[in-house]
C-alpha cells in the first residue's frame, strides 16, 4: 500500500507540474488511499508555478515533510515536491519515526538533522533505515535516498521519471531475493 500510495503521488505531483502547479503541502497526511489509488488531497494548498518554480517567498508545506530547498528559502518545484513524497514515504515506512520530526521549519536544526540523516550513507542507515523493518521499504529508502543525496548534497532537479524508476527497480530486486 506505501509503494502503490507513493508512486501514484509521485505520478499526480508530476501532472500538477505539467499544469504548471505544486501541491504545496505533500505529506502523508495529505495522501489518502482510497478505491486501490494513492490520491494527494487538500487541494487548498496548490499554488500556480512561473518558469518551473513557486518563488522562494511563497514557500509552504508541513515542517517535518518540507525540502531542504525550501528549508534554504530557495524556490520549490517538481523535485521539491517529490523529496517532500520521499519523506512522507520514510515517515509511513519508519511508522511515524523520522528523526528530524520534531523541529519547526524556521529552526536551521531541521534542515540540519535532515541533512544529516539523509546526506550521509551511514547516518542514513543509522537513523533512517534502521526503522524500517520491510525489505522493499528499505530498499526504495535506499534508491531515493541515493538519488537525492548524492555526495552528500540534496541534489535539485530529480525528475519523476527517475523517481519512479528507482522504485521499480528496487521492487524487481527485492522480487528476485
Avoid at 517567498?57 to 520521499?86: C, D, H, R, V, Y
Wanted: net charge positive.
Amino acid at each position: 500500500m506505501i509503494v502503490d500510495a507513493t508512486l501514484q503521488a509521485a505520478q499526480a505531483i508530476h501532472a500538477l507540474a505539467m499544469n504548471a502547479y505544486i501541491h504545496g503541502n505533500v505529506s502523508p497526511h495529505n495522501i489518502a488511499y482510497q478505491d486501490g489509488q494513492g490520491v494527494l488531497i487538500d487541494l487548498a494548498t496548490l499554488r500556480p508555478i512561473q518558469k518551473g518554480h513557486l518563488q522562494a517567498s511563497a514557500i509552504t508545506g508541513t515542517p517535518a515533510f518540507i525540502s531542504l530547498a525550501a528549508l534554504k528559502g530557495q524556490p520549490q518545484n517538481e523535485s521539491t515536491e517529490l523529496e517532500s513524497l520521499l519523506y512522507s514515504m520514510l515517515y509511513a515506512a519508519t511508522k511515524g519515526r523520522l528523526h528530524w520530526g520534531a523541529y519547526l521549519h524556521t529552526d536551521p536544526r531541521a534542515r540540519d538533522a535532515k541533512l544529516a540523516a539523509m546526506g550521509v550513507t551511514s547516518r542514513s542507515e543509522a537513523v533512517v533505515l534502521a526503522r524500517i523493518d520491510d525489505p522493499l521499504l528499505k530498499c526504495i529508502a535506499k534508491c531515493l535516498r541515493a538519488l537525492f543525496f548524492a555526495r552528500r548534497v540534496c541534489l535539485q532537479g530529480v525528475q519523476v521519471k527517475d523517481f519512479i524508476a528507482a522504485i521499480h527497480q528496487c521492487h524487481a530486486e527485492v522480487s528476485e531475493i
